[in-house]
């Protein structure tokens, strides 16, 4: 008898359960693209963006974003003077503030679909399990692309164009309303002004399909290998233990001062609304962006130099002193000890990575199994060098693998150029890419 039910445990544990496998896929993917969802568009309503265009097709292509996805604009604005290499704007960004969210929320609905399979998961089963879950991602984005465009008509008429006067030769410049001062334009305004005020461009953006696709698979794939890898109470297949014992305690204590980390951005730019002219502005843009700041905050804390350079009116949208550094145009990278020469308060930034890698060592230390047993004390010393000297090894690879992967995900780089009546009227523009290499080398040494 005994015999019997320990075939028929054998079998059960080998057999896919599908009908849970496939309600929990759908639970996990719902709640992520809703939290995405939702992140999103209140964050653009803060932002003041419903205002310019359908709050719809903006959500879904910033969610779009978030997942690993591509915008690319869209439209003809030859009307305005746009032509050619002018025409071109081009941004990528990853809000990662609607990514962390996802990210979350798919992790915990996985991981708790996980636990209900008991100690051990047949690697069928979590492989049933994470497969699932990522195509029906892949498949949600790929009507999050179909949804995610929009095109907003400029009509010269609106822009109050047709108000303005040529006052040739009066010195004064013109204000043109959602483009700011664009100069002296002298004599050329009035004989081109009724032409501008007739003109209408269609300008929009469009969700790529394709690399839409691509990133949101390999999005949520790295999202569940993170998770599973970080869970230390996640049921792993047989012959896994190892993962168990050697990666996980490292892997869960990054992860867990990264979360801290986001946590006390949060709570600045909570403090920082409070007393400011703008509050929504900040919460909206804490909402969808504080995880971009804090992240990179941590390598330039850690010393990791950055390439960078911002122009024009975007530059005034960099934190106290990087914007100051990138608007000066140099070869030289973006550090800690330059950013300190302009605030000396910066120096807290190197403090505040140190303190936070402290904190992952200890907690790595803490969740590492010992498996030290009584003995001498020259064997206990002994011992305890040799614990300290694993947990740092492990730490320092961990590390060593996220600190790049920080880098690479806080990329920055947006280029955008207006040009009306053949002047150029609005330029901008901000590069900031890491030293990927240098991530990984100190990355390894902060670890370990």
Request: proline content about 4%; glycine content about 16%; some cysteine.
């Amino acid at each position: 008898m005994s015999s019997a039910t320990s075939v028929r445990t054998a079998n059960y544990d080998t057999r896919v359960p599908w009908g849970d496998v496939l309600l929990s896929a759908i639970a996990a993917v719902s709640w992520a693209l809703i939290g995405m969802a939702g992140t999103a568009a209140l964050g653009l309503h803060l932002l003041g963006a419903d205002t310019a265009g359908s709050l719809g097709p903006m959500t879904a292509a910033v969610v779009a974003l978030g997942a690993g996805g591509s915008v690319t604009p869209t439209g003809d604005v030859s009307a305005f003077g746009l032509t050619g290499a002018q025409a071109t704007t081009a941004v990528t960004i990853t809000p990662l503030g609607v990514s962390l969210v996802g990210a979350l929320l798919l992790s915990y609905f996985f991981l708790r679909s996980l636990r209900a399979a008991g100690v051990v998961i047949a690697p069928a089963e979590l492989i049933a399990r994470a497969g699932s879950v990522i195509a029906l991602f892949v498949a949600m984005l790929g009507g999050l692309a179909w949804a995610g465009h929009d095109v907003i008509t400029i009509d010269g008429s609106k822009l109050g164009l047709d108000k303005l006067t040529g006052g040739g030769g009066s010195g004064g410049g013109v204000n043109i309303p959602g483009l700011g001062d664009i100069g002296d334009i002298g004599g050329l305004l009035p004989d081109k002004l009724g032409d501008l005020v007739k003109a209408k461009a269609a300008v929009g953006f469009t969700v790529d399909t394709a690399p839409t696709l691509l990133g949101g698979l390999g999005w949520s794939a790295g999202i569940l290998l993170i998770a599973l890898l970080a869970s230390r109470r996640t049921p792993l297949p047989r012959g896994w233990e190892a993962v168990h014992r050697v990666v996980r305690p490292a892997a869960s204590a990054l992860v867990t001062v990264l979360l801290v980390a986001v946590a006390a951005g949060l709570a600045a730019a909570a403090y920082a609304a409070i007393g400011d002219d703008h509050p929504k502005r900040i919460a909206g843009a804490a909402l969808l962006g504080a995880p971009n700041g804090v992240w990179l905050g941590i390598p330039i804390g850690l010393f990791v130099p950055w390439d960078g350079r911002a122009t024009g009116e975007l530059a005034k949208l960099l934190p106290h002193p990087l914007d100051e550094l990138l608007s000066v145009k140099s070869d030289q990278p973006v550090t800690l000890g330059r950013l300190a020469e302009l605030d000396g308060r910066v120096w807290l930034l190197g403090v505040a990575a140190a303190l936070m890698m402290l904190l992952a060592g200890v907690l790595t230390a803490v969740r590492t199994p010992t498996g030290v047993g009584a003995g001498t004390s020259t064997a206990g010393r002994g011992s305890a060098l040799g614990f300290a000297g694993r947990c740092a090894v492990r730490l320092g690879v961990v590390t060593a693998l996220t600190l790049p992967l920080l880098a690479w995900l806080t990329d920055v780089s947006v280029d955008a150029s207006l040009s009306v009546l053949g002047f150029d009227a609005f330029g901008a523009g901000i590069e900031l890419h890491g030293h990927l290499g240098m991530a990984l080398l100190l990355g390894a040494v902060w670890g370990a």
